[in-house]
Structures are given as structure tokens and as C-alpha cells.
């Protein structure tokens, strides 16, 4: 039921010179398809990576912290679908270390230059000897143009893979922006997506990498909600190879860094976008645009008390201008607020003025904007000139069926 | 699909000497049922109130703060459903003066005299003629009998009416308690539930009612969650008519105090429960608690961090044992959890111990316990020793329905 979202386009996704991708059937659940992915990155490529911020972070999470943190060179990642490794403790703790160690003698490296990352079911041991055993044949697989196979390799409850590309010049050098990114549920990232990983070629310092990932972060995978539970898994990784021509990126000054800068949210911008749009049970795409608040915070607290309401995303399932239910959600939201300054917009019909319902406002205006699978909230507060956007999906019969029957 | 729930029996339902309920059917919307709800009570009763705390706290409750706040002797409670009188702005407040002026001209007392509540749809303005001319028909149906009646009057999406009342002996006297509510959806009540109603015959000074109120909300409605949004029109009134003959109470230390205390939390408890197993679609009946917490507002943050998950109340729906849901919950409540620490049982069967699925625990036992239509969730957070409980109940396919259908 996903919302105007079709499977990439192999040639519209551009391959990012020092990243190969590969994929194995292990078998982690009891289903026919490809659920390990495998990436080799080139020496001297830069990593940076942010989390969850659940205290059950996953045993792959704390062991990525803790190899980022050490500043290895960080030489391949290897994902899981099927299981999370979480709540599993010491044991899922050597058991992402045993993976990372595997991949490590696959590719003549060292276990400290490996990240590993699990998705799926929570609280059972990872099957390690069955990730390790696929190990050779995602070796054999790698290639630089996998980028699509390697989405699908990630998916679990996604219903289509995702991937985006961009190409942007710096300095003269074309240089691309790759991405993919699974959702779709359990979604709330706080820091990072569930599993997002995007690389380029742009040659940029590690220092400025880190800095960087937090603001590609904040604007695209920390806005987009499905159901307003943060994952123990989430991940985002963003890979620089340097393997283009340009002189280094040492600041944000640099020429050509707020090129690259903008390539890079773009494309994690559509990820989290096509993240919104394949939410469990979706069947609309809710765009709320936060207008004139106090501070950036104040917006995006109003945009996720919004989109976490069940109210507001049951009656948009159904179509059903609901104003109340909106106005309901934006007063929990900041509970001093003067409601007489503000205004709201469905679609491009105004329909609250002042805080109340808007004059010219008629109830077949409200119904026809709600109709399209895709639908704009505009909101503007009368505090200020802060805004920000946050992507949602509604509530459907089958966002309760997926999650009733998600472990049978 | 209320849980468990019947409709009170009136014999168990006592009077409260001084408090007359009446009733009128003003079609307020198009049905054929009673929708108004008036209140008299006698000289000298205190009456104390706790509202929402959204900022678009309807007109009826900006009103009602106001008449309590100006000390004012209150005489009369006019209560109507199908129209919340929400977001109407100068208008909607003129329509709950001049209710109060309708009922203190027929019950010969001031306006202030009088506290009006709506409850229904949102931003609509209240048609308040038909209020106006419903007052004489409540106004002749008066007794002190009508209390599952007034209970039914107030009712919107509610599929029982809710009424508990209860004796207690202060100073050698019998005192009563009694009580009605109404939820059943937008209900995360925040200092308040969406609309209660308490009396006794207790003798009581009024600051030690305000003292009171808070601390009967704190221990009942305020623990109850539906679907995590809070209403716009959330009030709960403690009246205390001191029609009853034992010694007034003007201290915490005054003999009967911790008799009555005991008696109103027991009745708003009971309430309040019965609003969670009426919540909109609910199959299951969920009690939350949570021990060994660092305090009471810790443990309250964890269990409405679980209540609000709609993963976690899907899967209860499911009767599906999913652990790794209320970790999660758990993980995002505190992300500086020490996550080794914590234990969790459902019903009698312990399933996590020490972070991890209980050595002990397997699949069936699990499945034995989510099957009943009431589970008790227990989690030891091994932080300190503030408890509480949290209720709440499941998402079910109807829980999509009922909301998505609402305006239809």
C-alpha cells in the first residue's frame, strides 16, 4: 500500500567509485530471498555514522559506536534483515563481533574495520554461523553497481526498495550522492533512520564528515515519523571515498561544500520521504510544514505531536477533514500558546483563522483537498519566523493487521 | 467491545444527600437520546475542578475556570454532549454564559453560580438555544435518584455508562462517594480526564478540597491513556455538599481524612479503569506497573511511554507476547537506562531478566498469558523504589473505525 512509490530505476541510481555491494541468502528466517548485504568501501574512505538513542540500543549498534569511535579504518559493512540482535547481551555482542571478524578475514582486513548492522525481530539470538556462512557468496557478488539489490537485501516490512541518486559539480568534478534506506516501521529516528546508508566520492575531512551527518540527519531522517516509536536499531551511515578529483573539503567554506551539502540532504531528504510513503499500512502521505514558530525545536514539536496523533492519522485514512483533531494536537503541543494567532491550511483551502474555523471555509473544500494520496498541512504559529517540515502516513486497517500479525 | 464492562446497577449506585440530577434531550445532534445533564446542589457545598491543560482548552472550560476561581458559591453543573464548544472563539464563550445564565434563572441563582461543560465535535459552534430550551425539562426531572442517568446523558462515543459510588464511616458517620465519567477517546488526560463527576456528603473546607482534587486526579485519571492525545475539554469535579453530620475536615491530620481520601481515590480509580476498557475498539484491558523506579514521575514516563506504543497495543490485540516491543518502549522512555537491570513479567510468567529474555521463559507461556481480555504488564526498572500503574488499552481494528467513521 505504498504511496506513490515505485521500485528505483536501476539507471537513474549512479554508482560512487570506491563502493562495492554484494549479497547473500542466508536464510536468517525461513524465507526465499536475499537478506545479507555486503560493502566494501576503498581504503581512505571517511565514515561517519549516527544512532538510536534507545537505551536497548541493539549489540551491532554498540559495536559500531565503539569501531567509529576508535577511528578505524573503516573498510566494509555487512546488514542483516530478519533479526535484530537486541536485547541478546553478551552473546549478541560476540555474535556481531564474530560477524564483523568473518568479514574481516573475507576481505583481509581487520574486525575493528567492519561495522555490522541487524534488522528485524527483537530479543532472539542472531543466527551468526548462518550470516557467516553467506559471507563468501556476498563476496563473490560485489560490484559497484548493486545498489538496488542492496536495497532489497535490507528491506523487511518495506513493501519497495529504496534508493536515491544524485550528481552535483564541485569544483568542476562531477561528483554523486548515493543512498538507500529501509523503513518502515518502529519509526520515530531519533539521530538516524532505521538503516540508511549513503556514499560519494567527494574527497571531505573527517571532522567535517561528522559535523555534516548531524545536519543531513536533522533534515531529512529525524523528520519523518510513522509511528512515533524510535527503533533499538536505527542507523545512518554516510561514507565520503574521496575518490573524485577535487581539491579536500577541510570547512565549510571550502568551494563546492554547500554544493555537496545540499546534494547530500536531497537525496537523504527523498530517502525519508520514500521512507513516509511506504509506512506501515500507508495510504497517504502527509506533509506538515511548521510556519512562524519561536524556534526550529518549538516547530518540529508541533509537527511530531501532528503526526503522532492517532486521531489526526485515522481520520486522515478516511479522508475526513477533521479540524479539530489537528487544532487538538497543536494545543497539547505547546500548551501556552495564543490560539487566536493561528492559522491553518489543507492543501490551499485556509481552514482555521485566528483559531477558529476560517470564514470563508466550507466543509466540500476541506473534503476535496483530504481526497488526494498526497496532502500539505500548513500551519504558521504567529510566534516567530522558525519552520520546519515533517513527513507522515496515516493510520489504516492495515497499519493494525501488519502489526497484529507481524510475528506470525 | 467494551472490556468487561456493564452497565452500572442502580441499586449499587448510591444518592449523595444535597446533589439532585437531571436530564433533557436538547438534539443536539440528530439522535434520539438525552444529551444534556444538570446538577443542582445544595447551600454550602464546595466544589473543586482540575482541566486540560491544551491551549485550546475549550470555551466551557475557560469559563468554568474563571466562576472557580472567583470563589464563587457554586449551586449547578450543566453538562452537554455531541458539541465540545471548542475553538469558537468569543462566540463559543457567549454561548456558555448564557447557559449559565439560562440555569441561574431557572434555578434562581447568579450565572457564576453555575459551571457549563460541552463534549463532542470540535469547532463547531454550540447550538445553544436548544440548551436554553432543554433547562426546564432538566430542571423538573431533578432527584437525587438520577445518578446512572446523568451518567448516560453525558456519554458521546462511550458504549457504557460509568457511574461507582461507595460508603465510608468518618467520625461514626456513613458518608457516600459517588461518581460518573464519560472517556473514551483523545484521552491522555493531563491533570483531568475528559469529563467526571464527583460527590460526597463529606464536610470539608475548601483548601483542603483544591489539595484534595489534585491528589485524587494524580491517582486515577491521570493514569489512564486511550490513544495519547488529550482533549481540549478534560475537566474531573470533586463536590463536597457537607450534608453529612461528622466534624468538618479542615487538615491532611483531621480524623476521616485518610477514610475519605481512600474512598475518592478508590471511586476515581474505578472510573478511570472503566474508561480504559471502554476506549474506542478496545479487546484487552492492559494495567501497567512499574516498580524499582528513581521516582513516581519515572515510573509514570516509562508506563505511558508503553500505553502510548501503537506497537505495543497492536500486539496486545494480537495476543502476541512481543517482547521486543516493550523493550523498545521501555529503552526510548529512559535512553540512560542501565537496560542489564531490568526485569519484566507478564502476568505470572517473568520474560526478560536482566535486560534479556528470561532463561525460563518460552512462547507458549506467553501466549497463555496475553490471551485473557485483562493483562497485567509488571516491569522492574532496578533504578529505586517509586512505583505506579498505568491503564490502558489495545488498538484494534475498530479503534480505526470508530475514528476513522466519526464525523460520518
Redesign the interface.
Known amino acids: 500500500m505504498a504511496v506513490n512509490l515505485f521500485a528505483p530505476n536501476p539507471d537513474d541510481i549512479f554508482p560512487v567509485a570506491g563502493v562495492e555491494l554484494g549479497f547473500a541468502r542466508a536464510q536468517i528466517k525461513s524465507w526465499d530471498r536475499r537478506d545479507v548485504m555486503l560493502m566494501r568501501l576503498c581504503p581512505g574512505s571517511h565514515v561517519a555514522g549516527v544512532f538510536t ?5 541493539a549489540a551491532p549498534v554498540q559495536l559500531c559506536r565503539q569501531h567509529l569511535k576508535a577511528g578505524a579504518d573503516i573498510r566494509a559493512l555487512i546488514i542483516n534483515a530478519g533479526n ?1 540482535n ?4 553478551k552473546q549478541g555482542l560476540q555474535a556481531a563481533q564474530a560477524t564483523c571478524k568473518a568479514v574481516g578475514l573475507a576481505l583481509q582486513c581487520a574486525p575493528e574495520q567492519v561495522l555490522a548492522f541487524s534488522t528485524g ?4 539470538h542472531l543466527p551468526v554461523e548462518k550470516i557467516i556462512a553467506a559471507v563468501p557468496q556476498a563476496v563473490a557478488s560485489l560490484s559497484e553497481g548493486n545498489w538496488c539489490e542492496a536495497a532489497a537485501a535490507i528491506m523487511t516490512t518495506d513493501t519497495v526498495a529504496k534508493a536515491v541518486s544524485q550528481r552535483v559539480q564541485i569544483d568542476g568534478t562531477t561528483i554523486t550522492v548515493t543512498g538507500i534506506a529501509k523503513g518502515v ?2 519509526l520515530q529516528p ?1 539521530m538516524a533512520t532505521m538503516l540508511a546508508y549513503m556514499a560519494t566520492d567527494a574527497r571531505i575531512e573527517q571532522p567535517l564528515l561528522n559535523k555534516l551527518i548531524k545536519e543531513v540527519a536533522d533534515a531529512s531522517f529525524n523528520r519523518v515519523t510513522v ?6 536499531n536505527d542507523s545512518f551511515i554516510l561514507i565520503a571515498t574521496g575518490k573524485s578529483g577535487h581539491a579536500q573539503l577541510r570547512s565549510e567554506n571550502d568551494q563546492g561544500f554547500q554544493a555537496l551539502k545540499a546534494a547530500l540532504i536531497a537525496v537523504a531528504q527523498e530517502l525519508a520521504i520514500k521512507i513516509a510513503r511506504d509506512g506501515e499500512g500507508a495510504t497517504k502521505l502527509i506533509t506538515i510544514e511548521v510556519e512562524e514558530a519561536a524556534s526550529v525545536e518549538e516547530a518540529h514539536r508541533v509537527g511530531k505531536f501532528i503526526a ?4 489526526v492519522k ?2 486522515f ?2 479522508s ?1 477533514p ?4 489537528l ?6 503541543a ?7 494567532r493561528v492559522n491553518l491550511w489543507l492543501g490551499d483551502v485556509r481552514v ?1 483563522e ?4 476560517a470564514a470563508s471555509y466550507e466543509e466540500e473544500q476541506g473534503a476535496r483537498v483530504m481526497k488526494p494520496a498526497e496532502i500539505t498541512v500548513r500551519l504558521a504559529l504567529g510566534r516567530g519566523a522558525a519552520r520546519t517540515t515533517v513527513w507522515t502516513c496515516d ?3 492495515d ?3 501488519i ?6
Chains 1, 2 share one sequence.
Open positions: 538513542q534507545n537505551a536497548f540500543a535484530a537486541c536485547g541478546t547481551g525481530v527483537i530479543l532472539e516501521g518502529m531519533n509511528d512515533g516509536d524510535t527503533s533499538t503522532h496523533s492517532p486521531l485515522t481520520a485514512f478516511a475526513d477533521n479540524l479539530g483533531r487544532i487538538m494536537a497543536i494545543g497539547n505547546l500548551p501556552q500558546l495564543d490560539t487566536s482555521i485566528g483559531g477558529q474555523r493510520y489504516s486497517y497499519y493494525v493487521k502489526n497484529a500479525e507481524y510475528r506470525t
